[in-house]
């Protein structure tokens, strides 16, 4: 029996942006570099762990906007010519660094990386959800849910079935992509406020995540901390973030991502090459953009970008391998060391955001494929687990009332209300009252009911934190705050035209095209609970 267990837990989600209504636009490219950088590597590593027959354990939770998109149809296409693309600018590369060794060396690099995932696409035929409900199927992958939208519960909380939407909306949407009602549930941004589980019981989940000091100073104090899950009285289990292995993979300052050997992300080839050169994979209009080909390392902390060496990704792997080694042995030492303080044993939760792994931290599916290799063959002291296996293998926890936390700044609820972003909640509440209102109305007819449900999809594509994040972090503003206005106008629009009765089908049509995620939502979801 091993003396803990160590459950990865990996966040993915993106807001959903769709444009059929314009040929380009770049925020779609979210999706586009997640996929290529995220998404189909991790799925490499699971298949290569299933090949070589390690039976990892891995939770991670699938948005219904994230769902949405990779399903999409337009946006597959898209997909599939935004990687046509690379793979054109990549042998373009290899001839335009014939004299350059190393250089040319990592075109090739890229190339055969390319080709990989171009096979990958197309093997299961651009639906990268079936391929993941593969080892959903195989319980190596426990896959969770999150709110509707990514909404911010906390700041919604007057509004019980605005609340009940964004939870309710999930489920549902998760049950018609993976046959199954979800089991646990990524609050978005692990933000928890008390009273909130109820939902979540009546929903019919079984377990969420919050952040390490919502279980910390949760009442009575819970006595294994975040080592060991809560119930919280309404029987849904709480597990709280480890802050020190989510420290050591996450900061770049003093955390793995800011070695020297790995890929410096800020230095692309989109600005690096000369103009007329790149100019045919930048933006329509002219303006530079990253294109995902990058040929330098971090070097050294404090380096400028114009004294950044060239990148190997063998080195890189081998940082990555060493990293994966110090992982496990920090946990091995902090498993041994809880299990003696606990007399049981001990749960690591290292929960991350999965665009972490790939995009940012290129080097990142490399570290997860070495961790579930070591921990599988080099040590048994842990074992890893997935959340649902770890409750079903120990259902007697502690019962405690959670603390209300996020894991944003100081952990609370200021990145996503403060002066950059507060304007928008008095709109988001007008337009919540407003909803409830409409959730009481029967329809006269089939018009009325769809435009009634596409005032749900707007309210809720309004909540959707992204946006406020987004205008705190002061990257992209213009789109989170014209994103915010559109669908809140939209909404009013349609909240006017339902009561005067006088819809205009032909305006509605197209935004139903336009915002067309949960096909079978129900408005009724905002009647009084």
Excluded at 138 to 159: D, F, Q, R
């Amino acid at each position: 029996m091993p003396s803990g267990y160590v459950a990865l837990v990996l966040h993915a989600h993106l807001p959903f942006v769709r444009h059929p209504e314009s040929d380009y636009v770049l925020e779609e490219e979210w999706l586009y570099e997640a996929i290529t950088e995220t998404y189909i590597p991790l799925l490499h590593v699971f298949e290569g762990l299933k090949r070589d027959g390690i039976d990892f354990k891995i939770t991670m939770s699938m948005t219904p906007p994230l769902v949405s998109m990779l399903r999409d149809p337009l946006l597959q296409e898209r997909y599939d010519e935004h990687l046509a693309k690379l793979e054109e600018l990549v042998e373009k590369e290899i001839e335009h660094n014939e004299q350059n060794g190393h250089v040319r060396y990592l075109a090739e690099y890229y190339a055969h990386e390319f080709n990989q995932i171009r096979h990958t696409w197309e093997r299961y035929k651009g639906d990268l959800i079936t391929a993941f409900k593969q080892f959903q199927d195989s319980n190596n992958l426990e896959i969770i849910t999150c709110g509707a939208t990514h909404g911010y519960l906390p700041l919604m909380k007057m509004y019980p079935q605005a609340v009940w939407a964004q939870i309710k909306v999930a489920c549902e949407h998760y049950e018609d992509t993976f046959g199954r009602p979800p089991k646990g549930i990524w609050l978005p941004e692990c933000a928890y406020y008390e009273g909130l589980e109820r939902m979540l019981a009546d929903a019919g989940l079984r377990y969420f995540l919050t952040d390490g000091h919502g279980i910390l100073y949760a009442r009575p104090r819970p006595r294994f901390g975040t080592y060991a899950p809560i119930f919280t009285e309404t029987g849904v289990a709480a597990f709280g973030r480890d802050h020190e292995c989510s420290q050591q993979v996450w900061s770049s300052e003093v955390g793995y991502p800011g070695a020297g050997e790995y890929r410096e992300f800020y230095k692309d080839l989109g600005w690096e090459a000369e103009y007329d050169y790149i100019k045919p994979y930048i933006m329509p209009n002219g303006q530079r953009k990253n294109t995902g080909i990058k040929y330098h390392k971090i070097t050294g902390r404090g380096a400028g970008l114009s004294d950044k060496a060239l990148y190997d990704p063998y080195w890189a792997k081998e940082k990555a391998a060493e990293h994966a080694g110090n992982f496990m042995y920090n946990r091995e030492r902090q498993v041994e060391n809880l299990y003696n303080l606990m007399q049981r044993p001990p749960i690591v939760v290292s929960p991350y955001d999965a665009e972490l792994f790939g995009h940012w931290w290129y080097e990142g599916p490399w570290f997860i494929d070495y961790l579930f290799r070591k921990s599988w063959h080099d040590q048994g002291t842990y074992q890893m687990t997935h959340l649902a296996d770890y409750l079903r293998e120990n259902p007697m926890q502690q019962v405690c009332r959670p603390s209300q936390s996020s894991w944003g700044y100081k952990g609370f609820h200021e990145y996503w209300l403060n002066e950059t972003n507060a304007w928008i909640y008095p709109h988001l509440h007008k337009a919540a009252e407003r909803m409830i209102e409409l959730g009481r109305r029967e329809p006269a007819d089939e018009l009325e009911w769809k435009a009634l449900n596409q005032a749900a999809r707007e309210l809720l594509l309004a909540q959707s934190s992204d946006w406020a994040f987004i205008m705190r972090t002061g990257t992209m503003v213009p789109y989170a705050v014209r994103r915010t206005r559109s669908h809140l106008m939209r909404f009013h629009k349609l909240y006017d035209e339902i009561n005067e009765g006088k819809i205009d089908s032909g305006w509605l049509e197209k935004v139903e095209e336009i915002d067309n995620i949960f096909p079978n939502i129900n408005y009724r979801l905002y009647r009084p609970l």
